[in-house]
């Protein structure tokens, strides 16, 4: 993964007792959640992207594409 960084977060102290009594490693989830966040983003991002392609695309005839997909074919 490379080089790593230090993060640091307050907890109240109760949760870090339930943490400990119910064997729950904290950075294990807190990476977790930091590494979903960042495929959440990922793909709006991508959704957004497609989304421009798609508005792009709606304006060329379909004719068009049919065509250009067959000349790629042919040139093969």
């Known amino acids: ?3 790593t960084v230090v993060i640091s977060v307050r907890i109240p102290e109760e949760l870090e007792r339930e943490l400990k009594k119910y064997g729950i490693n904290e950075v294990e989830v807190i990476r977790k959640a930091l590494i979903n966040e960042v495929k959440k983003a990922k793909a709006k991002e991508l959704e957004e992207r497609i989304n421009e392609v798609a508005d792009v695309l709606k304006k060329i005839p379909f004719e068009d594409i ?3 997909i067959r000349e790629d074919r042919e040139s093969r």
């Open 66 to 68: 049919v065509k250009s």
């Open 1 to 3: 993964m490379g080089k």
